[in-house]
């Protein structure tokens, strides 16, 4: 079964420093990755997504994220962060061979931004 | 574009009672759609799939009878917790598929007393 793991569960950054946020993934076949953002209380918003093409993708608020097969990763990086960024990420692949099944999401990392 | 709502976003009810979520999609169809729970500050765990005009797939574990869903619009599920025990106490969240990407709705709190 597919599976993500977000090694990291609470990061803290100080506002304006780059960001690396690490995601590995299980999964034998070209997978549909996602990352979302989750801010206490809310919905989640998607960032970016990864499914074929370029392994490098662009997202919103200035994150990107890097594709790369031979480690399983789908790392998510953004080169200065903001205070608004502080919130909970989480990385996720699509459990089937498309976008249109279920996601499996890793346990998340928490990102606390400080002055 | 591709937005989702959920109502209610707060609902506090007595044990024993049953409550309805609402997961619409706002500028998009939604043939397929997911209701997910998550407890706190843990991750998101799939509860079902919901497909417009048909039976929704329930994940193992997920008791069917007690999480009824119904998704009788392109735009609309519901999710209803019959029975709410204490235990039910969690965050709802819903997302359609549009475009082979989830969107997801603000999620719902329940507390069951």
């Known amino acids: 079964a597919q599976s993500v793991t977000q090694p990291d569960i609470h990061i803290t950054v100080s506002e304006g420093a780059s960001l690396e946020l690490r995601c590995n993934y299980s999964y034998g076949a070209t997978p549909y990755l996602f990352w979302y953002v989750q801010s206490p209380g809310q919905g989640l918003q998607l960032l970016l997504k990864?499914?074929?093409?370029?392994?490098l993708v662009q997202g919103i608020k200035g994150f990107e994220a890097e594709f790369k097969r031979s480690q399983s990763s789908f790392n998510l990086r953004k080169p200065s962060v903001h205070w608004s960024d502080a919130a909970e990420y989480f990385c996720?692949?699509?459990?089937?061979?498309?976008?249109?099944?279920?996601?499996?999401f890793g346990k998340g990392t928490r990102l606390s931004v400080i002055a | 574009g591709a937005v989702v709502s959920q109502h209610p976003s707060w609902v506090i009810c007595k044990s024993g009672t049953s409550v309805k979520i609402e997961c619409r999609s706002l500028d998009f169809q939604a043939t397929t759609m997911f209701w997910y729970r998550q407890f706190p500050k843990q991750s998101l765990m799939l509860m079902a799939t919901?497909?417009?005009?048909?039976?929704?797939?329930?994940e193992q574990g997920v008791e069917k009878d007690k999480f009824l869903i119904n998704h009788a619009s392109l735009t609309l599920s519901t999710l209803t917790v019959t029975s709410a025990h204490p235990e039910d106490s969690s965050f709802y969240i819903c997302?359609?598929?549009?475009?082979?990407?989830?969107?997801f709705g603000p999620g719902t709190r329940l507390l069951v007393l």
């Open positions: 997302s359609g598929l549009h475009q082979e990407t989830q969107y």
């Open positions: 919901s497909n417009e005009g048909s039976k929704a797939t329930y």
């Open positions: 990864y499914f074929s093409g370029d392994t």
């Open positions: 996720a692949v699509a459990a089937g061979s498309s976008g249109n099944t279920p996601l499996v």
